[in-house]
């Protein structure tokens, strides 16, 4: 029903930049809309938990980020090309990790994303 795909992960020296982007498609968005639905980013670095990046609604385009990105990265979406964006900027070794794309259920802007990417690995250098 639903795939997400991500790309534009890779290594990068700290202080470098990155833009990840996640193609979506599958017969909910078609039947519903892409832009009924809120988009996210999550990440999980080795030994840790998943924690959530960043977010953005499908209509008015609200945003949220974790506080430990915040200036730093940024998240849009292009509906039309059902599509969304994370584009990295001064990235620290903390940053690495396997970035995952996520769809929240329709209706839904926080709680648990219901579809999820396979991962693209982003790592950064010191």
């Known amino acids: 029903q639903v795939q997400l795909v991500e790309s534009g992960g890779g290594l990068v020296q700290a202080g470098g930049s990155l833009r990840l982007s996640c193609a979506a498609s599958?017969?909910?968005?078609?039947?519903?809309?892409?832009?009924?639905?809120?988009m996210g980013w999550f990440r999980q670095a080795p030994g840790k938990e998943r924690e959530f990046v960043a977010s953005?609604?499908?209509?008015?385009?609200?945003?949220r980020y974790a506080d430990s990105v915040k200036g730093r990265f940024t998240i849009s979406r292009e509906n039309s090309k059902i599509t969304v964006y994370l584009q990295m900027n001064s990235l620290k070794p903390e940053d690495t990790a396997v970035y995952y794309c996520?769809?929240?259920?329709?209706?839904?802007?926080?709680?648990?994303?219901?579809?999820w990417g396979q991962g693209t690995q982003v790592t950064v250098s010191s």
């Open positions: 599958g017969r909910t968005f078609t039947t519903y809309g892409f832009n009924t639905y809120t």
């Open positions: 996520a769809s929240y259920p329709r209706g839904f802007s926080t709680g648990s994303p219901d579809y």
């Open positions: 953005i609604s499908g209509v008015n385009f609200a945003t």
